[in-house]
DNA sequence: GGTTGCATGTAAATGGTTACATGATTGT
DNA sequence: ACAATCATGTAACCATTTACATGCAACC
């Protein structure tokens, strides 16, 4: 899935800039999901405009830069459903907290609690971001349901990392293993 | 953190070759954190074995053919434990399963169906491989405390699909935004 | 005075994946 | 027969990230 049909998937939402669009990833409705940065999502953008899937209008903001506005065209939406028909690749993960995890023994106990701690904060802010949104009703099926996935899998990782702390930084504590900090 | 990191990593654990590597982040206690293809393992343990922080040796098989099995040096080791010490990059999630389900509302409700049915049981098969393996005991703390996250996330993921499942393909059937199969 | 947020864009560098090359053996 | 598993490796290709470029407003 590449960087033109993510952003044909947010401006089937609704028209958005490129700065917008960015935001969707970061802390929006795709944010648990998938990312991307604007070195990707502006030359995206570009190339829509140029095949006139999307089409782009300039707003003035006042005490703010001007920002384009993009929409998706009637030919951009059929091309993103037909790219949605394409066999999804297998989901990617990439987390180096859980390599480095995974040799806690080798690490002082005391980072082994802050990197857990830090990770609990930051899936405790994830869900509040993505609960807080009173638009449950309002938002379509497919958004609501993924959204509600992103939740329990979020919940259940908090919940695992503060019912295993404890345990955790115990027996590394105990073990021999222990380097100097 | 890079290939070489990674490999690594793996090499801690015990001498491996590299196709038992990527076996590790395939089907392994890596798996469900993290990927690598032997266009970037290969080239890794060259690199690494240059440098000497792994060794090889060769191994002779019978009726397959020989291998390269890899042991972490003393120094290895230290790069290891230097490399984990830095700051983890946020994760990174990318799911082309989430992005299509996401518009499910523009998808045949049987091909929803069929997607999130191919999902759960890939999530099922990957759990019965993570519990199965009887070692809980053996590994080490970190390692199993990840290993149990992974299955804790899964669980979740999966529970999510099979509890939501029939909601949603009743929400997008019910809806006038239907596309022809 | 420094940082953050808004806003768009480009170019180089990076790094990894994909595809190729090779070949024996085992299972369907 | 054909596909899959074991086993190593290289090289082109690709896409994305990172860093740079620019600038104003608001906040601390």
Same mark, same amino acid.
């Given at each position: 899935?590449?960087?033109?049909?993510?952003? #044909?998937?947010?401006?089937?939402?609704?028209?958005?800039?490129? =700065?917008?669009?960015?935001?969707? $990833?970061?802390?929006?409705? $795709?944010? !648990? $999901?998938?990312?991307?940065? *604007?070195?990707?999502? =502006?030359?995206? #953008?570009?190339?829509?405009?140029?095949? %006139?899937?999307?089409?782009?209008?300039?707003?003035?903001?006042?005490?703010?830069?001007?920002?384009?506005? @993009?929409?998706?065209?009637?030919?951009?939406?059929?091309? #993103?459903?037909?790219?949605?028909?394409?066999?999804?690749?297998?989901?990617?993960?990439?987390?180096? $907290? #859980? *390599?480095i995890l995974s040799f806690a023994q080798f690490l002082p106990p005391?980072r082994v %609690? !802050?990197?857990?701690?830090?990770?609990?904060?930051? @899936?405790?802010?994830?869900? /509040?971001?993505? /609960?807080?949104?009173?638009?449950?009703?309002?938002?379509?099926?497919?958004?609501? *349901?993924?959204? %509600?996935?992103?939740?329990?899998? =979020?919940?259940?990782?908090?919940? @695992?990392?503060?019912?295993?702390?404890?345990?955790?930084?115990?027996?590394i504590?105990?073990s021999?293993t222990l380097v100097? /900090?």
């Amino acid at each position: 899935m590449d960087a033109k049909t993510l952003c #044909l998937g947010v401006l089937l939402r609704g028209e958005a800039s490129g =700065y917008e669009i960015k935001k969707a $990833f970061e802390e929006g409705p $795709f944010s !648990h $999901f998938h990312q991307t940065s *604007f070195g990707s999502i =502006y030359p995206a #953008l570009n190339a829509l405009s140029a095949e %006139g899937l999307i089409t782009g209008r300039a707003q003035a903001q006042d005490k703010r830069p001007d920002k384009k506005l @993009y929409s998706i065209t009637p030919k951009g939406r059929s091309a #993103l459903i037909s790219a949605l028909k394409i066999e999804p690749a297998p989901d990617v993960m990439r987390s180096d $907290f #859980l *390599f480095i995890l995974s040799f806690a023994q080798f690490l002082p106990p005391r980072r082994v %609690g !802050h990197l857990i701690d830090q990770r609990i904060a930051w @899936y405790r802010e994830a869900l /509040e971001r993505m /609960e807080s949104c009173a638009c449950t009703n309002t938002v379509p099926a497919g958004a609501a *349901f993924v959204r %509600g996935m992103g939740i329990a899998v =979020y919940r259940a990782a908090a919940d @695992y990392l503060e019912a295993h702390r404890a345990e955790l930084i115990a027996e590394i504590s105990e073990s021999a293993t222990l380097v100097a /900090e």
